[in-house]
């Protein structure tokens, strides 16, 4: 009985400490911490516009602004080379053929024209549109050889016209000639139509009726037809490419420069600037034009404008005698009983002290 109370005292001592050791470890326990929740942040993107090309720009072209276009891409994607402001790209040359759409890049552009490109430095200073062709000058119809590269001058040209006969095209009056009928000479010989003609004392006149001895008697040309001069101005604010020969140096030396001898006590002797030749840049047709005048015999004077005279082309009057003696009021001198003496025939230059005379 004692040993049944001694097992039931060890028993409750053994509960009683494993509650005490459960106490003291449930006060002494570390608060759980909570792990907050990971939110998963969304970097922000930033955008930068680039320019594009709005509009396909062919090779040499100088670009404006209604020929761009732009983009918008991530900051992250814009690469070296690439412009992000259309300020930067306009008045340059396009170094290559820029497709529409396609970003604009610092290697196909240029602040010269023809730079890296293939073919003439100079062809890239003519307008689209436009073309250069090249005519003969002299110091009369070159403004006393004022003209200068990048200048623009008015075309005036100067035509002898003539009537023909519109078969023959030749030069009116024709001339009369004797038809000799085929047939048998007295040698035997068989004729064919043979044609004599009178060459130029045969020139067709007309017939008229002379008041005086009242009967008609027929009027022959005593010359051969005279020409009609007639000028006109016929292109308007024409810009030149180049006065002279071309030349691929930086500072090209005058291409008609010549220069006379001086005693060697003298000052060097200063160039002087004579060219021979003029390139304009005019539209295919007056192209056609110029090469048509050219050929023909026509002569070509160019007037300097100024830079600044960008007005509409004015319409002028054609020069012809008719012209001149009603415009200006220039009265056609009467048939007189009198004359001057000696006779002229030709208006000549009067010779003055001052002229020197060239020595051969």
């Known amino acids: ?17 494993v509650a005490a050791g459960g106490g003291y470890l449930w006060l002494h326990r570390k608060p759980a911490t909570t792990q907050p929740p990971v939110t998963q942040s969304t970097p922000q993107l930033t955008y930068v516009e680039i320019v594009t090309a709005g509009q396909n720009i062919n090779t040499g ?32 040359y396009a170094k290559i053929a820029i497709d529409q759409g ?21 062809a890239p200073y003519i307008p689209q549109g436009l073309t250069a062709v090249a005519i003969p000058i002299s110091r009369l119809s070159s403004v006393a050889y004022g003209i200068r590269d990048g200048d623009y001058v008015d075309i005036i040209v100067t035509m002898l016209l003539v009537d ?5 095209q030749s030069i009116l009056p024709n001339f009369t000639a004797n038809v000799i009928s085929p047939g048998v000479t007295g040698n035997g010989v068989l004729l064919t139509a043979q044609i004599i003609s009178g060459g130029e004392p045969s020139r067709v006149g007309s017939a ?38 071309f030349s691929d140096q930086l500072t090209p030396a005058p291409s008609g420069a010549v220069a006379t001898a001086t005693p060697a006590a003298t000052p060097q002797p200063t160039a002087v600037f004579a ?54 009021n220039i009265p056609v001198p009467a048939k007189l009983p009198y004359a001057v003496q000696p006779r002229l025939d030709n208006l000549l230059d009067p010779k003055l002290p001052g002229d020197v005379t060239p020595v051969p």
Do not use: C, H
């Not at 023909?164 to 023959?168: I, K």
């Not at 027929?218 to 007639?230: K, N």
């Open 164 to 168: 023909v006969d519109p078969t023959n």
């Open 102 to 122: 396609v970003p604009i890049m610092a290697s196909m552009v240029s602040l010269k024209p023809g730079a890296n490109l293939p073919g003439s430095s100079w």
């Open 1 to 17: 009985m004692k040993r049944g109370r001694i097992f039931i005292y060890l028993a409750l001592i053994v509960i009683i400490a």
């Open 208 to 245: 008229v009726l002379d008041e005086t001895l009242n009967q008609p008697i027929y009027l022959v040309p005593s010359e051969g037809q005279r020409p009609r001069l007639v000028t006109q101005m016929i292109m308007q604010n024409i810009q030149v490419l180049r006065v002279g020969t």
């Open 275 to 328: 060219p021979d030749i003029i390139t304009l840049m005019v539209s295919p047709d007056d192209a056609n034009t110029l090469v048509y005048l050219i050929y023909s015999g026509a002569k070509i004077t160019l007037t300097l404008r100024n830079p600044n005279n960008t007005g509409p082309a004015v319409q002028t009057d054609a020069a012809m005698l008719e012209y001149l003696l009603t415009q200006y």
């Open 61 to 92: 072209t100088p670009i404006t602004e209604a020929m761009l276009s732009s983009i918008q891409i991530p900051e992250s994607a814009l690469v070296q080379g690439e412009f992000t402001n259309k300020a930067d790209v306009v008045n340059m």
